[in-house]
């Protein structure tokens, strides 16, 4: 038989996914699974988009513009008016969700061996894209301790070498729910000059700031040649599956090679394009009300977990998950777990293991991260499950201890 | 400034869509462009499809199975029953777009050095993803006087290196017309065992064979370890701008690998999905209208041709490409003089350069790629553009000369 790539076998699994065949199995088994594992919200799609889709009128669905719709372009670019970004439709390539937009950013930065410096936890899949192009992730860790919060620029200094290309943010943070305000990034921002690196940033999260003021990194002149922006209207419109992201850069050099990738894949996906420009034009307050609605399951959530012994969390300031520490020892096994073994009233809960979004696999071995994606009621609930499966497994698989569950066996 | 990737600079342009400046400046000026140089058909996409479309009831559009929507994948595991092929959903992972199923083909069977061997000329893309993953295309050269037949099996096993990992084949081939049968495949597949290669074939033309019956490798049996089919929709049901793929493997460590890949970017486009499921379902004879038409064309296209003195052709027989031979010495250049320089009653005719399709760029330079993706009457109007162009510009900038044309200046 032919042998496989080397690559292949190391491309790392996705830690959001890689519980999906022991969620299967509980449900065939008439469980029901609270999903608080992937950042999915129940919240509808602006109806007004759906219905741009639903009276679409075109007869051919022909290739586009490989750098996408120029109207869709030009919405775009209006619309981070209120960021104080000045764009034009030229500096904003429509790609195929942010997927896309991390892989031709990457691709286009970074030769192999090339280093990035990104703060963990991160977005598990940033690893999976680096690997790809044989881009090595620079980890630099922060702690559930001080909430996540950015290290001094002194810290990101002592991590660049020869080989650094840039630094990768992602603001507001997944898993984190970590907002860096105007002033870290502007430390950054100096930092990236100095050393004539790129500052890329995931903003896919930008509309759900819940306390201060989101800053983005499109409102700083240096944007002009060390920036690059990921965005996505998978989050911020609830629109996931219609797979339309951005990649935004004001650099020409940068820009005729994200052209020649995008001319690659042919054109992004033409409904999809059709729905964004559409929940742009016409959603209404549609996105101050989804961040109303997150709101308040942030605090349903943390309210519920503060009230669990041995759980350490804290009040997150964006996004809509929360990195919580467990009083366990392995919360990859304690979520398995939860889907094999545990069940109340045939409800569990489904987590996404943290550990999966760090480089460094110790630090987040007792941490979960949990979307508050779901509504208030069935929010309630998941955390129910998670403070009785909590009980019952310290019960089974140790003792709390200063907050450490003493292992006993597993597999 | 940061410094751009090298392997950015070096991505290949497409040669299909290098012209597209051109073409602008062309229409900005009033002039009305029939459009050869690229594959994307006037036919309709079946009305039924777009109505699933139009009627989809979900009120959000979540991400999907990585893998693709369950009833699609057994859906196109059906279809693929009348090309004797005996697959299950599983063994078919759709993707965005046959792009997608060609990077995640590559970067799973090479690491970066590993050699692919492809008969030239080829779909310039090829070029492209190769490179994404540092793979080495070997190319071997077909010629225009051959009709671009496959060598026999030892003119490949020539090429074979201790680095090579696959074969690949487009068939029926893009830009050729050409149409590899049974025997010839089956050639290959005893030399793709006996060296321990992949052969990989993109077949998103298989419904366009005007006489032969088409070979699907998916029928042999060595498909179970040896084999990768790429697929698509976008040509058969004219559905380029859906973006919906398929890669189609029965080798279990592949499927673990793309199984990985599929994960990382999450998932495929949801509209699409909806609108090829209803493709396969509903669309009654839509294929069979479809192929009737591009053979009525493929011979207006052919007899076209060959009443223009010093063109070198022949009549395709499958997929809707001529591949042709021009009496100029660079066809590269003609195609844009024909942007820049050329009309007749306010028209021309933009075509591909030749050359783009090869690795080696010498025999393909006065060779242009024709697509008969126009209807009758616009296919004779472009060809009376065609033959007056090559009239006119022998008249400027050289003449016959044994079908040569003798350069005088350009820039």
């Known amino acids: 038989m032919p042998s496989h790539s080397k690559r292949g076998a190391e ?65 775009v670019a209006g619309y981070y008016e209120k960021f104080d970004a000045n764009l034009t439709a030229n500096d904003i390539y429509v790609t195929t969700g942010a997927s896309e937009a991390i892989l031709f950013t990457l691709l286009a930065c970074c030769d192999p061996g090339d280093e ?4 963990e936890p991160f977005y598990a899949n940033y690893l999976g894209f680096a690997q790809m192009g044989a881009i090595h992730i620079v980890p630099l860790t922060t702690t559930l301790e001080t909430q996540f919060r950015l290290p ?29 305000g ?39 002149e240096e944007m002009e040649e060390n920036v690059i922006v990921i965005d996505s209207i998978s989050k911020v419109f609830s629109s996931c599956g219609a797979r ?17 990738y995008a001319q690659l894949r042919l054109s992004p996906p033409y409904f999809g394009q059709l729905l964004a420009e559409a929940c742009y034009l016409h959603a209404g307050d549609y996105i101050e009300r989804a961040k109303a609605e997150y709101d308040r399951r942030r605090h349903v959530l943390y309210e519920g977990l503060s009230s669990i012994e041995g759980v350490e969390c804290y009040m997150p300031e964006a996004a809509f998950y929360n990195m919580a520490g467990l009083p366990v020892t392995d919360a990859a096994h304690f979520c398995k777990w939860l889907l094999t073994d545990f069940e109340l009233d045939g409800n569990t809960v489904m987590l996404a293991p943290g550990n999966g ?16 994606i779901l509504n208030e009621q069935d929010l309630r609930h998941a955390v129910e499950c998670l403070k009785e499966a909590l009980k019952r497994y310290s019960l089974i698989y140790g003792e709390y201890s200063t907050g450490k569950v003493v292992v006993r066996e597993w597999e």
Not at 19 to 30: F, I
Not at 43 to 70: C, D, F, N, R
Not at 357 to 372: C, S
């Open 357 to 372: 979004f760090y480089f460094h696999k110790e630090p987040g071995k007792n941490q979960v991260r949990i979307a508050y």
């Open 11 to 75: 491309v790392p699994h996705s830690p959001i996914r890689s519980l999906l065949p022991y969620a299967k199995a509980a449900k065939a088994q008439g469980k029901h699974i609270f999903h608080l594992n992937i950042g999915q919200p129940d919240i509808e799609t602006p109806v007004e988009a759906l219905e741009a889709v639903h009276k679409s009128t075109g007869k051919i669905i022909s290739y586009g513009p490989s750098e996408g719709i120029p109207s869709l372009r030009e919405t």
């Open 152 to 180: 001094e620029p002194e810290v990101f200094e002592q991590l660049i070498s020869p080989r650094t290309k840039a630094i990768f943010l992602c603001n507001p943070g997944n898993p984190t729910g970590q907002l860096y």
């Open 116 to 119: 990035v410096i990104i703060p």
């Open 244 to 260: 339309v992201g951005y990649l935004i850069t004001k650099n020409r050099h940068l820009q005729r090679i994200v052209d020649k």
């Open 182 to 220: 105007h002033a870290e990034l502007q430390k950054l921002m100096k930092l990236v000059r100095k050393h004539d690196l790129f500052l890329i940033v995931d903003e896919v999260y930008r509309e759900f700031c819940y306390g201060k003021p989101f800053t983005s990194v499109l409102s700083f």
